[in-house]
């Protein structure tokens, strides 16, 4: 298959949500079932009614940070954004960050944050907007960064982070104990509700976790038309042995998986064992997947509606085991469905 053929055009009047659902389990969903080729529609909260005793929900608990600062340059002042993407080396307070205006920063520089109470200075070039910097501080970084960032929005949504975006750009599933490490959360998962989980477990439905750090791939598209020749960022990952035994009961007996946003789908498709189950495992995956695609693990899919032609939009149409990417954004149109990263949700089952 080509990207082309992945491709829409947003109409006048599509809507991108500025803002999540509140409850997030009222989000509508749009549901395809597999076999029967039909579409149905449905609010979020009533997926509880697709499992049954015995089912495994996969999540990704990894924890979003306020990632986006903004500084003055030294000299000039000029203002420049900060977006941090990955922590290379802690003791050194080392990292890897994408700059705004990339033209104004050049190695050398160092840009001041919080009325030049601490800086960062460039220490070498990744990429046209990506920069390793050294953070000048005493005290622990995080610290300030949790103090004056702000939740890294994607741009499109056009209003700037609020306080109130720090808990409804997290999900539920976030492990608190666990230092932030991500740049976005797995979006399919802001649905869930503590209520909503609840009600699940008390059904018989098990949760697993996986740990997927997601970073500068959120903002990655696809720049080749044969989709053979992309390479995706990689993600660091973790699948614990008692989470993967979690998803194993749930296989060998028959059970269906459900993996929840295409972190954990990348995540279990990257720890199959011989025997079709999952291995507990660690490390990074670059794994791209596009139609057609026979999934080893997960044979449900939670996501919501993504950008034209992205990896996360190929990697739902795999799900549908053909290209129905045309109808399914033609139906969401209509239906007037909210888009990305607060929209609404699909379930295919």
């Not at 998986?257 to 064992?273: I, K, N, P, Q, T």
């Not at 596009?290 to 034209?308: D, L």
Request: charged residues 25%; aromatic residues 10%; neutral net charge.
């Amino acid at each position: 298959m080509k990207l082309s053929e992945f491709k829409f055009d947003l109409p006048k009047g599509a809507i991108i949500a500025q803002h999540p659902a509140e409850p997030r389990d009222s989000a509508k969903m749009m549901v395809f079932n597999k076999e029967t080729r039909q579409y149905d529609h449905k609010i979020f909260r009533d997926i509880i009614n697709y499992f049954q005793k015995g089912d495994c929900i996969v999540v990704n608990d990894t924890r979003v940070f306020p990632a986006r600062l903004w500084g003055t340059k030294e000299k000039t002042n000029a203002e420049i954004e900060v977006m941090l993407l990955r922590e290379l080396r802690s003791t050194e307070k080392i990292w890897d960050v994408l700059v705004e205006p990339a033209r104004k920063v050049r190695i050398g520089n160092k840009i001041y944050f919080d009325n030049s109470r601490f800086y960062c200075e460039v220490i070498d070039n990744t990429t046209s907007r990506g920069r390793t910097v050294r953070f000048g501080l005493e005290g622990d970084l995080f610290d300030e960064i949790n103090s004056i960032g702000f939740m890294p929005l994607p741009d499109y949504i056009k209003r700037v982070a609020t306080e109130a975006d720090k808990s409804s750009y997290q999900s539920v599933f976030a492990d608190l104990t666990r230092q932030p490490a991500s740049i976005a959360p797995p979006s399919a998962s802001l649905h869930f509700t503590n209520e909503l989980v609840e009600q699940l477990i008390q059904k018989g439905v098990k949760f697993a976790n996986v740990t997927v750090n997601i970073g500068q791939g959120i903002f990655e598209s696809i720049g080749v038309e044969d989709l053979t020749k992309h390479s995706m960022h990689s993600e660091y990952f973790e699948i614990s042995l008692k989470n993967a035994e979690i998803i194993n009961k749930s296989l060998k007996a028959g059970k269906r998986v459900c993996a929840v946003g295409a972190s954990v789908v990348r995540a279990l498709e990257s720890s199959v064992l011989v025997s079709g189950t999952v291995k507990a495992n660690k490390g990074w995956t670059d794994r791209f997947i596009f139609p057609p695609n026979e999934f080893k693990i997960a044979n449900m899919y939670i996501s919501n509606f993504c950008p034209s032609a992205s990896p996360s939009l190929l990697l739902a149409a795999s799900f549908m085991e053909e290209n129905c990417v045309p109808d399914m954004m033609k139906l969401a149109f209509e239906k007037k469905y909210r888009l990305y990263a607060y929209g609404d949700a699909i379930l295919i089952h």
